[in-house]
Each structure stands twice: as structure tokens, then as C-alpha cells.
């Protein structure tokens, strides 16, 4: 291919950091706290979305259109940040991956759904956060994943063409915004979308993990997935 990578685009949760279980507990906590009594699953299936978008689905699910989703979404973020991101751990070759691209000279940056203070804290707290160029949050965007707003803003403060990037995430809503947006997307297995649902989502190819990524680092910077 013509191009070579320039940046490269993670997700935090699930993709960087095994976080997934955290947010779920904290999600049904905070919905236990108005008497919604949601489940695993219901909250499962929407993870990769902004806190926002999740109140108010879960919300519309159980009839509760009379509570204010920004408001729970606010509750459930501060509950997060709180008490939950001790059990957020670094996923293996997390920080082996960035700091490689970090070298090679390629720019990072991570596109999340949560907060830009609440992800700049677990980078930070699982030293991460020194390779890392750009940051979006939820509260940067009027429309979060699977809309390839946050995607295009990171083009555009980066200054890179969308076939100079990559998307990594584990989710389809990851693969959806990057696609949107024009991007190739690699499907990372460590959380909560499987190989098939991330490739038929879009997903150019898939990894298990990152250790696999960063094994296969050299065509993924050629841009060269024949190969992968």
C-alpha cells in the first residue's frame, strides 16, 4: 500500500485496560441506587457506548423515562471513579505495545467513552499516559461511539489523512465509528465482542490480544493486512 501509519487509535476499556467487569458492577450499583434492578447482560451488550447513551437505553428498557440519563450518568461515572478503578488493571503488553509504537515514532491516541478526567486518571494510575499524544473523551464530542465523531476529531487535531490511521478497540461500536470515519479497525479479543461480531462488524483483522498485536507490529505499520 502507499500509506504507512501515523497514528495509532485505541480504545482504553477492554482494549488497553481490563476494566469491563468494573464498569458493569458500577453500572447495576448505580441503577440498584434508583431501584432499577438491571442485569449482566443488558449492561454487557452496551458497553463501548458513553455513559450517557447507556442510562438512557437502560432506562428506556425498564420505563424510566422520567429520570434524567445525563444525570445517572454523571452518578455512575463518579461511583466509577471512586470505588472502582482499583480493580482496573493494565492488560499484558499494553504498555510493551504503546511504548513500541512511542519509538517507531508513531503518534497515539485514545478515543474513549468515559470522561476525559477519568481517563487521563487510570492512564496515569497504570503508567501509560506518558506515550500517549491525544485524548478523547465522552465530554470532548456530542456523539460518542459507534458515531465516527471522536474518530475524525483525533484526524483532525493529529492532521493525518484517515488512511494514515488505525483503529484498535474490542468492541463493534469501535469498529463501526472507525469505518464511519474511513479508518481500517483491528478487533482486539480482551473484551466484550467476539472475533466473528468485530469482523463482521468491519474489523480488517482481528487479534487475540495485544501481545499478538505488537508481535505483528511491523505490517500492521505498513498498513499491510495481507499479510497479517
Known amino acids: 500500500m502507499n500509506s504507512k501509519l501515523k497514528v495509532a ?38 458497553m463501548g457506548r458513553t455513559s450517557e447513551d447507556i442510562a438512557k437505553s437502560i432506562l428506556d428498557m425498564h420505563g424510566m423515562r422520567s429520570i434524567n440519563p445525563s444525570e445517572l450518568a454523571r452518578r455512575k461515572d463518579k461511583l466509577f471513579e471512586q470505588e472502582f478503578t482499583d480493580r482496573v488493571k493494565a492488560f499484558p503488553y499494553a504498555k510493551k505495545a504503546l511504548k513500541a509504537l512511542h519509538e517507531r515514532g508513531i503518534r497515539i491516541a485514545v478515543v474513549s467513552s468515559n470522561p476525559k478526567q477519568l481517563v487521563v486518571k487510570i492512564l496515569k494510575e497504570k503508567s501509560l499516559y506518558e506515550y500517549v499524544d491525544v485524548i478523547i473523551g465522552q465530554d470532548e464530542v456530542s456523539r460518542g461511539k459507534p458515531h465516527p465523531e471522536p474518530i475524525l476529531l483525533v484526524l483532525s487535531k493529529l492532521k493525518v489523512k484517515p488512511e494514515e490511521a488505525v483503529v484498535i478497540g474490542d468492541s463493534t461500536y469501535d469498529v463501526q465509528a472507525a469505518r464511519a470515519a474511513g479508518v481500517i479497525a483491528i478487533g482486539v479479543c480482551t473484551g466484550i465482542s467476539t472475533a466473528k461480531e468485530l469482523k463482521k462488524a468491519g474489523a480488517k483483522t482481528v487479534v487475540k490480544n495485544l501481545r499478538e498485536f505488537y508481535e505483528k507490529l511491523d505490517p500492521i505499520m505498513l498498513l499491510d493486512y495481507d499479510v497479517l
Request: hydrophobic share 35%; aromatic share 10%.
Open 9 to 46: 487509535i485505541f480504545d482504553m476499556d477492554g482494549t488497553l485496560v481490563d476494566s469491563t467487569e468494573a464498569h458493569i458492577e458500577s453500572w447495576i450499583e448505580t441503577f440498584r441506587s434508583i431501584g432499577v434492578h438491571t442485569s449482566y447482560e443488558e449492561v454487557s451488550k452496551l
